[in-house]
């Protein structure tokens, strides 16, 4: 697939050594005043910053590494960070939102107006950032947000495409359907199908946005959609599905179900036979982690997946000074537990949120920082996040690269792989240019 490379990213021909290099360069130039004071933090004025996610219920898998980023963080900036002259102490206030959107936003609540936060941060689909960022909006809280399809959060929320941006306070990085759309299309052609489409898009912000915004330009690449119609989260029975994505010869799977429901609809796939005539098996919300797959047991070999950070991306963290393969080894030292892509993801988030508060000047005061987060240009974990360039007002991208799940080679530590098998235009990441069909 052609893609025109970013100018400020190194050519697609550029070596991986020189990718590493670059990064490894710019972030050591952006986290010159993030990364924390010799001196001790102790009697300095304190940045109060809420960190709100899910780490326990049916989205656990997406929160399952931040106490692990949240406290790494918090070592890194234990002597405080200098900003405008002036050297804060850094509470990072983290918050699980157990997968349920009311919770979420009475967390958010909560951190606004007992805890006094002076920045928000959230992150891991609407059913958590929605609710966290209309609190902050409400409330008058700078807010930033990440790993919530931008189309679910912009449009999700109200706002109207051709109109003013109704949102002052909220800002949020992130894939939308074109990401996904340029993704889906790279990484299907690396296998014959006959461009058939399963799709399950359930009634929610992301079924919603994808349906709406995604759908079109899957048909533009030239795949046939079939859409059973919209379903509510929780669904037990997914026959009628599964019955019509036989009949019409699907190919290819993809949609945005909950993770606990997709696991529900290939095992009943796999009964009613279905299984064995995929090709593809790629949905956006579920495979994302280790946990995913290993709960599907053999049926989660060769389910590929969208990988919007992994150690492939050559970016360091402004605040910790760690990225790629590094960022891995630590977190599997730290927590025997396999990388997840969240990990990188978490950590570009607080990497924007500190640079926004750095680049306010005066990181009390809410207005400033606000104004910061509107013009914000900068690299993070993820890479590059550039809100003056949108494409839209209080959002900015971020890349998703296709990737698959395989099993590890012999002797690996853990049973799984997840390598790349497609490139995105920023960063421009390894490429095994290889996607195995799934049944």
């Known amino acids: 697939m052609s893609r025109k490379p970013d100018p400020a990213q190194p050519g697609v021909d550029a070596s991986r050594r020189q990718l590493v290099a670059l990064a490894g360069a710019t972030a050591a130039t952006a986290a010159g005043s993030l990364l924390p004071s010799a001196a001790s933090a102790a009697g300095k004025p ?88 209309d609190a902050c909006e ?78 079109p330009e899957l048909k533009k690449g030239g795949y046939t ?26 190919q290819i799977i993809t949609g945005a179900p909950i993770p606990p429901d997709f696991i529900t609809f290939l095992r009943q796939a796999a009964q009613q036979g279905l299984v064995h005539r995929l090709k593809i098996v790629m949905p956006a919300k579920f495979g994302l982690f280790p946990s995913d797959i290993a709960a599907l047991g ?27 393969q590094n960022l891995v080894d630590a977190y599997e030292k730290a927590t025997g537990k396999q990388w997840t892509q969240q990990l990188g993801a978490s950590l570009a988030l607080i990497d924007a949120g500190f640079a926004a508060l750095k680049a306010s000047g005066a990181p009390k005061d809410k207005a400033k920082v606000a104004a910061a987060m509107k013009v914000l240009d ?33 002797g690996s530590r853990f049973k799984l792989s997840f390598p790349t098998v497609e490139h995105a235009d920023d960063p421009k990441v390894a490429i095994q240019a290889k996607l195995l069909p799934y049944a």
Request: proline letters at 8%; charged letters at 15%; hydrophobic letters at 40%.
């Open 298 to 324: 053999e049926l989660g070999y060769k389910v590929a997946s969208g990988a919007y950070w992994s150690p492939a991306f050559p970016y360091v963290s402004p605040v910790v000074g760690l990225g790629g």
């Open 138 to 215: 409400a409330s008058g809280m700078p807010c930033l947000s990440t790993v919530d399809p931008w189309e679910s959060w912009y449009f999700g929320r109200g706002a109207k495409p051709g109109q003013p941006s109704p949102f002052k306070w909220t800002y949020h990085f992130s894939f939308g359907t074109e990401e996904f759309a340029k993704m889906y299309l790279a990484t299907w052609a690396l296998i014959p199908t006959n461009k058939k489409v399963g799709v399950l898009y359930p009634n929610d912000a992301d079924g919603n946005a994808l349906r709406a915004h995604l759908v």
């Open 225 to 250: 959609i079939v859409d059973p119609g919209a379903y509510q989260d929780g669904t037990t029975d997914f026959s009628s599905q599964i019955s019509r994505f036989k009949s019409e010869g699907v």
């Open 378 to 410: 900068t690299v993070t974990t993820v890479g590059r996040i550039n809100f003056p360039k949108g494409p839209v007002p209080n959002v900015a991208t971020a890349p998703i690269i296709g990737s698959q799940w395989v099993k590890a080679k012999a």
């Open 46 to 133: 304190t940045l109060k910053i809420g960190f709100i996610s899910p780490l326990t219920g049916p989205l656990g898998g997406f929160g399952e590494a931040d106490p692990f980023v949240l406290d790494l963080v918090r070592k890194k900036t234990a002597g405080g960070v200098s900003i405008g002259g002036t050297t804060y102490a850094i509470e990072l206030i983290g918050r699980d939102t157990q997968s349920d959107p009311s919770r979420a936003s009475q967390l958010a609540k909560d951190l606004i107006n007992n805890q006094k936060i002076d920045l928000m941060l959230t992150t891991s689909t609407p059913e958590v950032v929605n609710p966290v960022a």
